[in-house]
């Protein structure tokens, strides 16, 4: 059976930082896209960082350049580096599958990790 788990979440002060896993079990992630989201309270889900089998990688300009998204295939695990974290981060963090970043849908969602950022 397909399963991701999220991991690594936890509270933060505001510049602290976080690394976030997500791994899989009853398949490998060599050949799939993988992408973090995160909802907030009272928010939509929106993505926050993505990447492809090739290794090409995708962040949405509010975490770019704060965040950094790695893959280790043979822990068959994807990272979500997280640094100089705001109060406007805190949500619950969630990774899914897909065939490409640029493409639709993502689907074997995990159960999520809360980040919480707070004095």
């Known amino acids: 059976q397909v399963q991701l788990v999220e991991s690594g979440g936890g509270l933060v002060q505001p510049g602290g930082s976080l690394r976030l896993s997500c791994a899989a079990s009853?398949?490998?992630?060599?050949?799939?896209?993988i992408g973090w989201f995160r909802q907030a309270p009272g928010k939509e889900r929106e993505g926050v960082s993505c990447?492809?089998?090739?290794?090409?990688?995708w962040y949405a300009d509010s975490v770019k350049g704060r965040f950094t998204i790695s893959r280790d295939n043979a822990k068959n695990t994807v990272y979500l580096q997280m640094n100089s974290l705001k109060p406007e981060d805190t949500a619950v963090y969630y990774c899914?599958?897909?065939?490409?970043?640029?493409?639709?849908?993502?689907?074997?969602w995990g159960q999520g990790t809360q980040v919480t950022v707070s004095s």
């Open positions: 990447i492809n089998s090739d290794g090409s990688t």
């Open positions: 009853g398949f490998t992630l060599d050949y799939d896209a």
């Open positions: 899914a599958t897909a065939i490409r970043c640029e493409g639709a849908p993502f689907g074997s």
